[in-house]
């Protein structure tokens, strides 16, 4: 390809070149100044309201942060007493809201409003006076914004390194530590404590598996028990009874992960540690442990599920089993690249598949079908229009699934008959899942390029393409995919003509940018051309290992 692109007769560069100053204006009109000084301006009751209950019944349900009835009723106070509440609250609340915000409507509307919010959060937090701030609450913003930076995509990438600071943050004020230990606590101050310690440790986990980086935490390091299976309601009587462990309570999920916690952190230990010896029978061996571990939580959750009282909602089993096939993803996805030629690890092979697969079917229900129903799923709209662990996952079970697929057309094309039925056309949905992340607010088109180079190198390995023309095939196609890109780019900047002319730059605001190749996008495009768009199908691999 790269002779293509170079010689300056397809209109790939001149596309690219509009794709980055775009996504500058698009983020540069979303983020407020820094810093961003912290108001109470709060969006109307009704639109709070709604925001609220998107996060209480999504990430709450999978992360305990807050005491809802506490926070009830300081929140209902707002709009019914004449005092105001501490600007503490006020950034908890905005957090809150800028979660939900992410979720309101499938083009999040209200993108900017949760960035400036988060804004607001991050510079209250950042005050070099914070020593009495220390406690839970302080523990509770910060978690909140850990969440609603990887959600809402503010520093995202970095969210691992601030993690670390939150876990050092609840050791130095002793949540490491059993409250029972400690004289004096009420329920309530000691279940929360465990609460908010065991949403450290699930933080912790998630952030090493996004960034490769060491968990950075032992199982030796702490002695504080998982939360008592209480309702919320409970922890404010004086003496509570705990519920027995198959009855479904606001806690429930967090206990039943905290079970599987050390299996997943081996995973985690195994995969980013450099000491880890990285060996297949070690993977097979840490394995079986997740495998037995993800048994037992299953029929934790089927017991929750069988009761007509209260149960689980269908977000957060998805949730939760969404977040257990990614451990067993990212396990043998080291030798998912081998086993696509090697038989000897063709049970990594299966593993990857089989749990892409019910990744993506959880991601995108409607695959084939409605591409955008007003009825998504909670957690098929986080996966597309948010950023983060969730949309990460799916994009990245796709791949896999695709390169899976290739593996197939070019062992035997008679095979394709006995494939599922989801991954027949898996490339092609996965492009169009990945341009509405675009039209939701993703200003990041790399992605799309790549699903539809993969796409037209499967195509021409179909139809017998000779090798010598697939250059001018994935030329061409990355032509169109630029092409659908650019307008939807244009759209969310705010241009007033979408349509790309002889120059692609007259009449749209961007006169003033620099559309010379910087050193830096130079490098970092060749880079993809070598390695992402390789032909070699362990070369589309390697994408999404690196």
């Not at 305990?64 to 600007?87: C, G, K």
């Not at 909670?378 to 597309?384: S, V």
């Amino acid at each position: 390809m790269e002779p293509y692109l170079q010689s300056g007769s397809s209109s790939v560069n001149t596309s690219l070149h509009r794709a980055k100053p775009l996504a500058r204006i698009i983020k540069s009109q979303r983020s407020p100044n820094w810093p961003t000084q912290p108001t109470r301006d709060l969006p109307p009751k009704q639109v709070c309201d709604e925001l609220f209950a998107i996060y209480l019944r999504t990430t709450e349900t999978i992360y305990r942060v807050l005491h809802v009835p506490s926070f009830q009723r300081v929140y209902n106070d707002i709009w019914t007493a004449n005092s105001e509440p501490n600007m503490a609250f006020i950034m908890m609340l905005k957090l809150v809201l800028a979660i939900g915000a992410m979720l309101y409507d499938d083009k999040v509307s209200m993108r900017a409003d949760a960035v400036r919010w988060v804004f607001e959060a991050q510079t209250w937090l950042s005050s070099p006076v914070f020593k009495s701030k220390l406690g839970i609450q302080y523990l509770q913003i910060s978690i909140l914004l850990l969440l609603a930076r990887e959600l809402v995509d503010v520093g995202s990438e970095l969210v691992w390194i601030s993690a670390g600071t939150v876990y050092r943050t609840a050791v130095y004020i002793g949540l490491h530590k059993d409250p029972s230990q400690l004289p004096g606590m009420t329920t309530l101050e000691t279940e929360m404590r465990r609460r908010i310690w065991n949403t450290i440790l699930e933080l912790s986990l998630q952030t090493s598996m996004e960034s490769g980086g060491p968990p950075f935490i032992s199982l030796d390091d702490f002695n504080t028990v998982p939360p008592s299976n209480l309702d919320d309601e409970q922890l404010l009587d004086a003496d509570p009874i705990a519920s027995a462990d198959h009855a479904y309570t606001h806690t429930s999920i967090a206990i039943a992960l905290r079970k599987v916690l050390p299996a997943r952190l081996a995973v985690l230990m195994f995969l980013n540690n450099v000491n880890s010896n990285g060996t297949y029978e070690e993977t097979l061996r840490i394995d079986s442990d997740l495998r037995a571990s993800h048994k037992l939580l299953r029929r934790t959750l089927q017991a929750y599920t069988s009761r007509t009282d209260s149960c689980p909602s269908q977000f957060t089993l998805q949730a939760v089993e969404f977040i257990m096939q990614r451990y067993i993803t990212c396990l043998h996805l080291p030798f998912f690249a081998s086993a696509l030629k090697n038989p000897v690890y063709a049970f990594s092979r299966k593993a990857v598949v089989d749990s892409s697969l019910k990744i993506w079917s959880m991601a995108c229900p409607n695959s084939g079908g409605n591409s955008c129903p007003s009825s998504e799923v909670d957690l098929a709209r986080m996966c597309r229009c948010t950023a983060g662990f969730f949309r990460m996952y799916t994009f990245h079970g796709a791949t896999f699934l695709a390169a899976e697929l290739r593996m197939r057309i070019q062992e035997d094309e008679d095979d394709l008959d006995a494939m599922p039925l989801s991954l027949h056309n898996i490339v092609d949905e996965a492009a169009d899942w990945y341009l509405r992340c675009i039209q939701a607010g993703e200003t990041g088109i790399k992605g799309y390029l790549l699903l539809r180079l993969i796409g037209a190198c499967m195509d021409a390995e179909r139809n017998h393409v000779e090798r010598s023309e697939f250059p001018a095939l994935l030329v061409e196609a990355l032509e169109n995919a630029a092409q659908v890109c650019i307008p939807v780019l244009e759209a969310l900047a705010g241009c007033e003509e979408p349509s790309l002319g002889a120059t692609g730059m007259e009449g749209n605001g961007m006169e003033g940018f620099d559309f010379q190749f910087s050193p830096e996008f130079t490098e970092d495009w060749d880079m993809l051309m070598s390695r992402e768009f390789s032909v070699d199908t362990t070369g589309v691999f390697d994408a999404f290992v690196s």
